[in-house]
């Protein structure tokens, strides 16, 4: 990506993601809803801090950007709620993930983990209930009436993408292979299959997603989500490089774990030039399927290059 085109670029994403984490504030208060009793000054402090703690916010960005290319524009607040709902869902794996009976990391983005600036059982909490906001947020205030809100049935879809791609056969279970992985060595077979449901599930949801809202065709959905397959499979493959090869000035987190929890990834397999070439490769795959829309899809094409060449 050429650097003005990068500029523009990263611009667009710092403006989708304030207004994510300003949407996000206002759904993390401390008044209750309709239904709830009462919500706890503590676990939405840590839900905050780990929700609102920075982050480009790229899922949510992918979210808005490929509602807005099927012309989405009635339905601008309905996608920034999906997005807002999926990254409830990223924050509450992060939080999860830090964990010490999973990664054991002291810092995210800079600052203290929710366990370390809180507790580990709060911390918990904090994730269960990010987690069961998100399908909170889907369900409600997608509008059920008038030309701009998302149909029934579209909602469902939605409800049901999120679940699946973050659970059992999804993000969740991509977890526990990631966890088997530190006993049991897998083949590339194997770290592409986990790679792709730990990351790219919610990549491949988030491009879906806004194809949805947006009511797209089912042919067009299926486009959008191999899309955001590609571009999952290249941020992880970017993320192993990165944990290979920076420091831990530079991510913001402990850098070097996966090599010594003994982890497989294709970065350490292969190597970071072979490692670097692949992305390559990822960044032309993902760009060929948007070909049929032109020039509409220039933002999720530089979408593409930037999660290859990121340096944090």
């Known amino acids: 990506m050429e650097n003005d085109a990068r500029i523009r670029f990263e611009t667009l994403l710092d403006e989708r993601a304030q207004a994510i984490g300003t949407?996000?504030?206002?759904?993390?208060?401390?008044?209750?809803?309709?239904?709830?009793?009462?919500?706890?000054?503590?676990?939405?402090?840590?839900?905050?801090?780990?929700?609102?703690?920075?982050?480009?916010?790229?899922?949510?960005?992918?979210?808005?950007?490929?509602?807005?290319?099927?012309?989405?524009?009635p339905?601008?607040?309905?996608?920034?709620?999906?997005?807002?709902?999926?990254?409830?869902?990223?924050?509450?794996?992060?939080?999860?993930?830090?964990?010490?009976?999973?990664d054991d990391d002291d810092m995210r983005r800079g600052q203290p983990t929710v366990h370390k600036a809180f507790d580990e059982a709060t911390a918990i909490l904090a994730g269960d209930a990010l987690l069961t906001l998100a399908f909170d947020i889907l369900?409600?205030?997608?509008?059920?009436?008038?030309?701009?809100?998302?149909?029934?049935?579209?909602?469902?879809?939605?409800?049901?993408?999120?679940?699946?791609?973050?659970?059992?056969?999804?993000?969740?279970?991509?977890?526990m292979l990631d966890l088997s992985a530190e006993r049991?060595?897998?083949?590339?077979?194997?770290?592409?299959?986990?790679?792709?449901?730990?990351?790219?599930?919610?990549f491949r949801y988030a491009c879906e997603a806004g194809a949805i809202v947006a009511g797209a065709p089912?042919?067009?959905?299926?486009?959008?989500?191999?899309?955001?397959?590609?571009?999952?499979?290249?941020?992880q493959l970017a993320d192993d490089l990165l944990?290979?090869?920076?420091?831990?000035?530079?991510?913001?987190?402990a850098t070097g774990k996966d090599a010594a929890a003994g982890?497989?990834?294709l970065a350490a397999l292969h190597g970071p030039d072979w490692a670097r070439s692949q992305l390559?490769?990822?960044?032309?795959?993902?760009?060929a399927l948007l070909e049929p829309y032109g020039e509409r899809a220039a933002i999720l094409k530089q979408a593409a290059h930037f999660v290859a060449s990121r340096d944090k």
């Open 280 to 287: 390559l490769g990822l960044v032309e795959q993902a760009s």
């Open 263 to 265: 982890k497989a990834t």
């Open 184 to 202: 049991e060595t897998p083949d590339e077979a194997g770290v592409i299959r986990l790679q792709a449901m730990k990351t790219g599930a919610l």
């Open 218 to 235: 089912e042919g067009d959905r299926e486009r959008l989500a191999e899309f955001g397959s590609a571009i999952g499979l290249a941020f």
């Open 23 to 73: 949407l996000l504030r206002g759904i993390l208060d401390g008044n209750p809803l309709a239904g709830e009793i009462v919500r706890p000054e503590r676990l939405v402090a840590a839900m905050r801090h780990g929700a609102l703690n920075g982050g480009k916010r790229l899922r949510p960005f992918l979210v808005i950007e490929s509602a807005a290319l099927f012309g989405a524009k």
């Open 139 to 175: 369900s409600d205030d997608l509008g059920d009436s008038g030309p701009a809100s998302v149909p029934p049935a579209a909602r469902l879809a939605l409800v049901r993408g999120l679940a699946r791609a973050s659970g059992l056969g999804g993000m969740v279970g991509g977890q």
């Open 75 to 102: 339905r601008q607040q309905e996608a920034l709620r999906v997005a807002a709902a999926l990254e409830c869902v990223h924050c509450y794996s992060l939080i999860h993930d830090d964990l010490p009976a999973m």
């Open 243 to 253: 944990d290979l090869t920076a420091d831990a000035n530079q991510l913001g987190k």
